[in-house]
Nanobody, 126 residues
């Protein structure tokens, strides 16, 4: 498996929940940062949040309290639990890997497309 593979997308109504999964190789999963990105229709890709190898998470303000990122180190799988979905959450969701800057702990995402999945579509209707 070269690219990570996302799954779990679908169509839900406002207030609903979905759990996305990202299955990656050992190389992908051993990266210092694993993250989820959201690309709304006609807009640029934005980071939803990330998790490091110690399980520490960071979230974008607009998903804080609604979304949870977790990882299963045995299954090499990254998860995104999405609760309280709203129409603005509609779009394609991607997982990615990166490294962590030593000075500030921020994640820098790899340009290599091998570290990015093809995405899974989420549609939230009002």
């Amino acid at each position: 498996q070269i690219h990570p593979v996302e799954s779990g997308g679908g169509s839900v109504q406002s207030g609903g929940s979905l759990r996305l999964s990202c299955s990656g190789s050992g190389i992908f999963f051993s990266s210092e940062c694993l993250g989820w990105f959201h690309q709304a229709p006609g807009k640029s890709r934005k980071e939803v949040g990330n998790i490091d190898s110690d399980g520490r998470t960071t979230y974008a303000e607009n998903v804080m309290g609604r979304f949870t990122i977790s990882r299963d180190n045995v299954k090499n799988t990254l998860y995104l639990q999405m609760n309280g979905l709203i129409p603005d959450d509609t779009g394609r969701y991607f997982c990615a890997a990166g490294s962590r800057l030593p000075n500030n702990g921020h994640c820098v995402w790899f340009d290599d497309t091998h570290y990015w999945g093809q995405g899974t579509q989420v549609t939230v209707s009002s």
